[in-house]
Each structure stands twice: as structure tokens, then as C-alpha cells.
């Protein structure tokens, strides 16, 4: 059953925002593939390491900004610790969060607007546009779409040659589950180029970034897009139902997952390219309800980045659990 309807969250239906097809630029926008780490889920063989770009990062925060919809002594101690976690790495770190469940939810953030390098989460509002496209044509997770030179970037797959064709749903899957570069390229294109993914975007709550080109987001975005697909708002039951498998037990599970307890179930999309390494998921398990959690760093990149998430996604998972 889908995680929406496990929540009894109302289901919303919205209308995708299709642009005319264009060739997609071509950036940088790669995910390191973690080290000597046997993917969660069968892939194909996977490409060699993948080339590091060389995109900017955002600096370390040196004074951490704090939002909440309310004042709460637990959730002072949250952020209290989160800054902990930040100063100690030397690292810029934001975090977003959105609670789903529980007696009175809210949404806080840890310098939440601060923009950082989208890495792959510019995937995200990719997969949710293809979803709901899917829920409301199902037919369409079957259309072919071919690849052209233009869209290769290096990545898990070798298979890309000029005229070759592929189901929606293929690409969408290797988007999923290993962040393919090259499948994302080419989803981005078929959806109308970067101005109709950021309309897209920005329609599902995405009202700071600019994806794919230049290619920025912020923790505050992405938590009100995962939100937002979560409360039904991007294709309801039939668009989780499509959704969340292709963000589940992906090859990238260093990161939110690693600090959730036992239980719990991720869905989520990771970012990481040089010193940045972002996620941002939908997390369920927990005694106090579902929430989705956006943390975004700077600064350590590679297994350091994935690793200080982790921790953070810890000290979230421990509030969400027992602080209330």
C-alpha cells in the first residue's frame, strides 16, 4: 500500500506541466557512486568511476538561522544539537523539516534557504513529474524515449547509443535506484528542457531553486517537494504507489537511512558531487508519525558528507522518536 494512504493523508490531484520538447543542456550534475559498496537492490553492471565535475560549493554557515513555527523546549533542544553536529564538522550543513504525523505537526528549519550545489536532487522533481504523468496516463510508463548524444554524462550504465530507445519506466527506475546520469538527462529532456522542470518544481513547492541550470536548491525546497508528493499533491495514491519503489533501498543508503531506527523506511533522493552530499526523504516508523527530512552540507564531500547526514538524520530520528 502506498505511503500516503498508510498515513490516511488527503489526496490532493494537481496537473503536470508539460513543455515543449527541447534538447536538454548539459551539465555536471553527477553522483560519486559510494566506494566498495554492494548496491541494496540488483542493478545492471555498473560504468567505471564517475568523472568529478568541478562546481562550486557553498561555504560553511557560520551563523546558523532558525525557523520554527512555534517555540518548543524539545525542539530547541533539536537545534541545539544540530548546530552541535554543524560546528563540530566545519561544515555548511541545512536542515528542513516537515512532521506529517503526530497530535501537532510542524515545519522547521536550520538555515532551511541557504542554496546549495542541487547535485542529483534536481532528480527528484523529475521522478515526481513522471510519476504522476504515469498515474494519470498509465500507459505512459511504457512510451519510448531515445537517447541522443547529446544526453550522455558518465554513470552506472553503458549501454547509451545514439537512437537507442528505452521504456519511461527503465529510466525512470535507473534514475531511482543508482541516480543514472545519463537516464536523467534524458527524462529531462522529454519533460520540456530545464524551464519545464522548473515549472514543475516550483508548482510542487519549490519556490528557491533553479535545477539543472545552473542547477541550486535549497533544504527548504526539497522538503516541501517530498512533502508535497507525500499529502497527495503531485498525483495522490497511484503516483506514490509508482514512486516510492524507485526511492527505496536505492544504491546510495549512506545517508538518511543510516540514521533511522529499525522500522523505518526511507524514501529519498540523494545528491553528492566534489564537497557536497545532500538527501532528502520521506521517513516513516516512526512512533510520532511520517516526516520528511531535507539536509543539505558543504564542505566534506565523499563519504565524510554522506556520513555527517547520517548523523544528522540520527539526531532527527531520536527527536522524532522519543522527544515529544
Known amino acids: 500500500m502506498a505511503v500516503g494512504a498508510l498515513l ?10 508539460l513543455g515543449p520538447s527541447v534538447l536538454a ?5 553527477n553522483d560519486q ?19 568529478a565535475a568541478a562546481d562550486p560549493t557553498a561555504a560553511p554557515l557560520a551563523a546558523p ?54 547535485a542529483s536532487t534536481y532528480k527528484l522533481p523529475i521522478l515526481m513529474a513522471e510519476a504522476q504523468l504515469v498515474a494519470e496516463r498509465p500507459s505512459a510508463a511504457s512510451d519510448q524515449l531515445c537517447y541522443v ?37 534524458i527524462l529531462v529532456r522529454y519533460l520540456g528542457g530545464t524551464g519545464a522542470l522548473n515549472a514543475y518544481a516550483q508548482a510542487h513547492g519549490a519556490s528557491e531553486s533553479a535545477f539543472y541550470v545552473p542547477n ?9 517537494l517530498m512533502a508535497d508528493e507525500a499529502r497527495g499533491g503531485a498525483g495522490g495514491v497511484a503516483s506514490q504507489t509508482w514512486l516510492y519503489p524507485l526511492l527505496t533501498l536505492t544504491a546510495f543508503e549512506n545517508g ?30 516512526s512512533p510520532n508519525g511520517a516526516y520528511v527530512l531535507a539536509v543539505c552540507t558543504s564542505g566534506l564531500g565523499g563519504d565524510a558528507g554522506m556520513a555527517l547526514v547520517a548523523q544528522v538524520s540520527a539526531a532527527v530520528w531520536q527527536f522524532e522518536s522519543n522527544e515529544r
Open 8 to 17: 490516511g493523508i488527503s489526496l490532493v490531484s494537481s496537473t503536470l506541466l
Open 25 to 29: 543542456e548539459t551539465t555536471s550534475l
Open 33 to 51: 557512486r559510494p566506494p566498495k559498496r554492494t548496491p541494496s537492490v540488483p542493478v545492471l553492471a555498473p560504468s567505471p568511476s564517475l568523472a
Open 65 to 118: 538561522l532558525i525557523i520554527g513555527v512555534r517555540q518548543r523546549g524539545s525542539l530547541d533542544t533539536l537545534a541545539s544539537r544540530v548546530v552541535a553536529i554543524q560546528q563540530a564538522s566545519g561544515a555548511g550543513v541545512a536542515v528542513a523539516i516537515i512532521e506529517l504525523g503526530g497530535l501537532q505537526p510542524e515545519a522547521w528549519s536550520v538555515n532551511g534557504d541557504q542554496q546549495f550545489v542541487a
Open 149 to 185: 548524444d547529446a544526453d550522455w554524462e558518465d554513470g552506472w550504465y553503458q549501454d547509451y547509443q545514439n537512437g537507442t530507445c528505452f521504456t519511461r519506466a527503465t529510466l525512470s527506475l535507473r534514475v531511482g535506484q543508482t541516480s543514472d546520469n545519463t537516464a536523467g538527462h
Open 216 to 224: 541550486v536548491t535549497t533544504a527548504n525546497d526539497l522538503s516541501r
Open 256 to 285: 538518511l537511512p543510516a540514521g533511522v531506527g529499525p522500522g523505518a523506511t526511507v524514501v529519498h533522493k540523494v545528491g553528492t558531487i566534489d564537497m557536497v552530499s545532500s538527501d532528502v526523504g520521506l521517513i516513516t516508523g
